[in-house]
């Protein structure tokens, strides 16, 4: 029992950052701390896919030694043409000595952290326009302004439908 | 027919690189009008761009109704799937490309007068470009064949809206709060979809849609398999507005500007749902176990609560605004309820009702940014009298609202109807009587503003003009027509939607 779970140590981190995370975008009222429970969740995501990759005993994805493409050893000989490679990949795999780790989740999670940094910046853009409009960064705040604004807009209507009537 | 003239005039560079172009086209130039800063030029480049796009759109149906596989498959950068990136169109993905650049297009041409008076000069050239950003990505999502590259313009299209939701705050700064709160869910959402992602990655060892698909049926009892299936399902349902997920919708629909509640209404969920119909269809089957509990637990009962408690709920708002966004929930409800049954007759009578639901909440939100750009009010009560003051506008909403009634002779009519009937075939009959049920509500929602329209006398005091603008009225009423013609003709949406249903439901054919 003790073994799964330690076995499993990067898994169960995953989960606790993920479900602190989500806990937190949902119930802190300060809008920044709902910002950076979100961060956190995006976080945990990306370790989850860097973990997938990872391959027990595996180094780098780095081709080296007897792995190494032949005539372009040291990098100076003709590269191979990028479609050979990609039409060789499958059997190329086959009969590779070292073991590497995957490296497409890693390339994934570049593309998930220019996404994650968008969005923190976005938000952040939108907490500086809110705290203008509202001169508050609570969510609690924020709402009971809104529902007096909508009260007085109403009463104001009245007035004048009211005297559009009259 | 049009089909044919457009695939005979289109040169052959466009036939060749169409599924790679109709992401090209405004990706290239958000940022061109961003550097511009010219709003008046950005309008007639968005135009130009949506219409380029809807051109591509239309190729793509010709080419996959003339294909003898019914798939165009285009290997982004040369890169063969399923290691690089592939655009896969088949009809399902045409269907939703040509809705998209369809009301892409007829909202941008109405889209000027409503910009002009919503958005500070300085910032119409930028609004544009986070428009054709959010246009770009909703095509990508309909035109790609990898599911991280699904993602990705996913979170294209969703920034892009955070930002032009946040831009109605130059009149109600509750669209602040409305955009942050978007923000948050929306970023959720995407994050679920790509842990289940991540999952189908680790059971299969791939990331294309087809691929993933053709190594499934090994899998079966796999509990990673089933967890990626519970998180995509989550996390599309949320950007798709799916009941209970749909919290973040009203107040985006209702504070944005109009411009953007007109076009998000028409594609944004729309493009989500068609998502989760490609994964729930295409890349999962119908028939494993998991999934058939998900039809029959989840959707179903999730279709129907959002068909009559938004429909309650729409009755009791007092903004139309906001009655149109709680019946969207609502729709959304018919459309899930469609597809729970599984059957290609239940997926085309969804697909169906959401071509039909995207041409009616076009036009409804259409003719209300009319009136809100020439009664500077959107409650009910000042819609009161429009019926005289505005018989052009008014009689176009009137049309669309009772085609969302589904009044015979109308659109919205035909798509529950094709529902009623797949209901039956799978004998649910009770549903029927709720789809009843809910389409009564309607009449009460819908009618309270019409009954306030043409029934009251006028009492807006604000009112600047009468009518809206020519370049607004063009527009709503070619859906207003599309709404009656679909009604009495409805051969080419339903031809389109039972391809479509074809297409997801032939794993043969998709792989």
């Known amino acids: ?166 | 027919m049009i089909v044919q003239a457009v695939l005979d005039a289109a040169p052959a560079w466009v036939i060749q690189h169409a599924p790679a172009l109709t992401v090209v086209f405004p990706l290239v130039m958000a940022p061109i009008l961003a550097i511009l800063q010219n709003g008046r030029l950005a309008w007639l480049a968005s135009m130009a761009t949506t219409a380029a796009v809807l051109f591509c759109a239309i190729v793509l149906l010709g080419q996959v109704q003339s294909s003898p596989t019914g798939v165009i498959s285009y290997a982004i950068g040369n890169w063969l799937p399923p290691l690089g990136i592939e655009f896969r169109i088949d009809a399902l993905n045409a269907l939703v490309l040509l809705l998209v650049a369809g009301m892409g297009v007829l909202s941008t041409i109405l889209s000027w007068p409503t910009v002009v008076a919503e958005i500070s000069a300085e910032k119409r050239g930028l609004f544009y470009a986070a428009f054709l950003l959010c246009f770009c990505g909703l095509i990508g999502v309909a035109s790609t064949g990898d599911a991280f590259n699904m993602f990705v313009f996913l979170e294209i299209s969703s920034l892009a809206t955070y930002v032009l939701v946040a831009l109605g705050a130059g009149r109600d700064r509750r669209a602040l709060p409305a955009a942050f709160n978007y923000l948050v869910m929306g970023t959720l959402g995407a994050s679920f979809f790509i842990i289940g992602v991540g999952f189908l990655y680790a059971a299969t060892g791939t990331l294309n849609m087809a691929d993933i698909a053709s190594k499934l049926p090994t899998l079966t009892g796999n509990r990673a398999v089933q967890a990626g299936f519970a998180f995509i399902v989550v996390g599309l349902g949320l950007k798709a507005a799916m009941w209970p997920l749909h919290q973040w919708l009203p107040n985006a629909y209702a504070y944005s500007p109009s411009f953007v509640t007109m076009f998000l209404s028409a594609t944004a969920t729309k493009v989500a749902l068609y998502a989760l119909i490609r994964f729930l269809f295409s890349v999962f089957q119908p028939g494993y176990g998991f999934e058939q509990a998900s039809f029959a637990m989840i959707f179903a009962p999730l279709g129907i609560a959002a068909m009559v408690i938004c429909s309650f709920q729409a009755v009791f708002q007092t903004d139309v605004r906001r009655v149109l966004a709680y019946s969207s929930v609502a729709q959304v409800g018919y459309m899930i309820l469609g597809l729970s049954l599984g059957t290609a007759m239940g997926l085309s009578a969804g697909l169906l009702h959401l071509v039909n639901h995207a041409i009616i909440k076009g036009a409804l939100f259409m003719a209300v940014a009319g009136i809100c750009l020439t009664y500077h009010g959107t409650t009910v009560r000042d819609f009161a009298g429009l019926g005289r003051s505005a018989p052009l506008t008014m009689t176009a909403f009137a049309i669309a609202a009772l085609s969302l009634i589904g009044v015979p002779l109308t659109a919205g009519f035909m798509s529950k109807l094709q529902l009623g009937y797949a209901l039956f075939e799978h004998g649910w009959w009770w549903a029927v009587l709720l789809v009843v049920f809910s389409s009564f509500l309607a009449v009460f929602y819908m009618g309270r503003i019409l009954q306030a329209a043409f029934f009251q006398p006028p009492l807006n005091p604000r009112a600047t003009r009468k009518e809206a603008p020519l370049l607004m009225l063009v527009p709503l009423w070619i859906l207003a027509i599309a709404n009656i013609y679909f009604g009495i003709d409805a051969e080419f949406p339903l031809g389109l939607a039972r391809d479509a249903a074809v297409a997801a439901f032939g794993a043969e054919a998709f792989r």
Request: hydrophobic content about 50%; charged content about 20%; some cysteine.
């Open chain 1, 1 to 166: 029992m003790l073994e799964f779970i330690l076995e499993r140590a990067n898994y169960w981190a995953i989960i606790g950052l993920m479900m602190i995370g989500l806990y937190i975008a949902f119930s802190a009222e300060n809008l920044i701390k709902r910002l950076i429970g979100v961060s956190l969740f995006q976080t945990s995501i990306c370790l989850f896919y860097v973990t997938l990759g990872v391959i027990a005993g595996g180094t780098a994805p780095v081709l080296l030694g007897p792995d190494m493409p032949k005539g372009d050893a040291a990098g100076h000989g003709e590269a191979a043409p990028a479609d050979s490679l990609v039409a060789g990949a499958t059997e190329r795999f086959a009969d590779l000595a070292v073991t590497y780790s995957n490296p497409l989740p890693h390339v994934l999670m570049l593309t998930a952290i220019v996404v994650g940094v968008a969005t923190l910046s976005l938000g952040l853009a939108l907490i500086v326009r809110i705290r203008e409009a509202y001169g508050t960064i609570e969510a609690d705040d924020v709402r009971q302004m809104d529902i007096d604004a909508d009260r007085a807009q109403a009463n104001a209507d009245d007035r004048d439908f009211s005297e559009a009537g009259a």
